[in-house]
């Protein structure tokens, strides 16, 4: 691994992570020019991962897969693959620390979806599970998640992949503070989605 490559957060943000280290790792894979996998972990704070996603595109860097977790009140451990534009900077050079913490300076795009599942919190010990199909393009993830944390709900759990020229990504989402979304939040959520398949 390069070591270069190799960051970490500031003593502050170790010490919300109860004395785990926060940091990031990113490193070429071998076979897939423009392929990179970045493995991020410790504390995080809530929205770092609409944040960046919309940042990464900005560099005109996609996420491909992966998944991330919360694995306690204030920790996260991640790996995605990346996937850089042709003439775009190479992501060895990015701060991803830094652009999970800032909010990006852009406006989101249309969100299309092919289809989404959503299962209530019963079956998923408190969190809302949304499964979506949708039409691929750079910042897709990034305005997905900007679109649920505009309506205060935020992923514990996430795993996205894209599979040809289609998204299909799945999200554990819980409200402000981990609380349960409410059965009327889960409603409303339902509607908004509709109002975003393709027609």
């Not at 071998?30 to 944040?51: D, K």
């Not at 960046?52 to 995605?80: D, M, P, Q, T």
Request: with cysteine.
């Amino acid at each position: 691994m390069n070591s270069l490559a190799t960051m970490t957060a500031s003593a502050t943000d170790t010490a919300y992570a109860g004395f785990q280290e926060t940091g990031f790792t990113i490193e070429p894979i071998n076979g897939r020019p423009g392929g990179y996998r970045l493995e991020m972990s410790g504390f995080l704070a809530p929205g770092w991962s609409g944040r960046l996603a919309a940042g990464l595109s900005e560099h005109r860097v996609g996420i491909v897969r992966g998944s991330a977790e919360k694995v306690n009140a204030s920790s996260w451990r991640s790996s995605f693959e990346l996937k850089s534009a042709p003439f775009a900077g190479s992501p060895e050079a990015i701060d991803f620390l830094r652009l999970a913490n800032t909010e990006p300076d852009r406006k989101a795009a249309c969100i299309e979806l092919l289809s989404f599942t959503m299962e209530p919190t019963a079956c998923h010990n408190g969190s809302l599970f949304v499964e979506l199909k949708g039409v691929d393009r750079l910042g897709f993830l990034g305005d997905l998640l900007d679109y649920f944390s505009m309506r205060c709900l935020f992923p514990v759990k996430m795993t996205v992949d894209t599979q040809g020229d289609t998204a299909v990504d799945r999200f554990w989402l819980r409200g402000v503070g981990g609380s349960v979304p409410s059965e009327a939040i889960s409603d409303s959520m339902k509607r908004n989605l509709e109002q975003l398949l393709a027609r």
